[in-house]
């Protein structure tokens, strides 16, 4: 949510449980969906059918890392030099700055460093940036092919946050733009409750708030976070189908599947996506500071997996 209170006023409910406590009736975690590769084929899982697509694989600018990339794109920022900030031909900035590190890398030597902040409350509608946000957005290296469906990947890691109060917090999210507020926002974060719980959230903001309902979402309150620990995120998003999937360390969140529209046409996805973003953004504000880290980022046309 963007504000201070919880987005409970546009939860949908049909075919699924927010709260964890049910299944939806759902096609099973080995049946996954195909996509074109770019040729006009389908491209499986397992990269059997159909000939490979004629997109090279992007690895940001980490060049060393090109021969272990299978994906479309990859990022393990180890060929940034401690300390830089990313790299602006791959990345746009959101907001407040990042950098890259080897305080606290999920494999190498180097992870991208969200520095300590306090979290903040709303941005601007329509602005180029938001101050609160600390995400990195990938639009001109996000691969044509995977603009209207996709496969992603990322390796999180909070180091220290907020606790004894309610805070919606942010990981990565998909764009109907190029920038913050650009159109509808596809995210994925989590809750953290006044009493300590915490879990996964997926979330839709669609930055036009003179629209009630403007956000919407589903919680998985079995899909449970803790601090100092690294958690393998992946997704499916199908912008024609109005669809998004999630793992967590590998099995599937089904309380969190979302087959829209659901909640009012305003959160009917965009024909295609047009940027991918990761980082961090805490949406209320708070006296104490969130520190988390980013590493391993990978976008496919296949389930990419967490090795």
């Given amino acids: 949510m963007e504000g201070g209170q919880p987005e409970g006023m546009a939860e949908p409910t049909t ?41 090279q694989a992007d690895v940001g600018t980490d060049g060393a890392a090109a021969a272990a990339c299978s994906s479309q ?7 940034y030099t401690s300390g830089a900030a990313p790299d602006p031909a791959t990345w746009t900035l959101d907001g407040s700055p990042v950098t890259i590190d080897s305080i606290q890398p999920h494999r190498g030597t180097k992870s991208l460093h969200v520095p300590p902040h306090n979290g ?8 180029p940036t938001c101050p609160a946000a600390r995400f990195i957005r990938l639009t001109g290296k996000f691969p044509p092919s995977l603009h209207k469906q996709f496969y992603g990947r990322v390796f999180f890691y909070i180091e220290q ?5 309610f805070y919606h917090w942010g ?20 809750h953290i409750e006044a009493g300590g719980a915490e879990y ?23 899909a449970v976070i803790k601090p100092k620990t690294w958690y393998c995120l992946e997704w499916y998003y199908d912008a024609p189908g109005n669809e998004a999937r999630f793992w967590l360390d590998g099995n599937e969140r089904t309380a969190l599947h979302w087959k829209g529209p659901m909640g009012g046409a ?5 024909p295609e996506f047009k940027s991918v973003a990761f980082g961090w953004r805490v949406y209320q504000n708070s006296t104490k500071p969130f520190e988390v880290f980013v590493d391993d980022i990978a976008l496919d046309a296949q389930k990419i997996g967490c090795n």
């Fill in 266 to 270: 305003q959160f009917t996805f965009p």
């Fill in 73 to 79: 794109f990859c990022e393990t920022f180890e060929e």
């Fill in 161 to 165: 946050q907020a606790t004894g109060a």
């Fill in 171 to 190: 990981v990565m999210e998909a764009g109907g733009g190029i920038g913050y507020s650009d159109g509808l926002a596809v995210r994925m974060g989590g």
């Fill in 200 to 222: 996964l959230r997926f979330h839709i903001d669609t930055h036009m708030h003179q629209i009630m309902p403007f956000e919407t979402g589903l919680s998985d309150t079995q």
């Fill in 120 to 127: 903040a409350a709303n941005c601007i509608d329509g602005a």
């Fill in 15 to 55: 075919g699924m449980f927010s709260d964890g406590s049910g299944t939806p009736t759902m096609s099973g975690t080995d049946n996954m969906p195909g996509m074109p590769d770019g040729n006009g084929t389908v491209a499986m899982e397992d990269g059997s059918a159909g000939p490979a697509g004629d997109s």
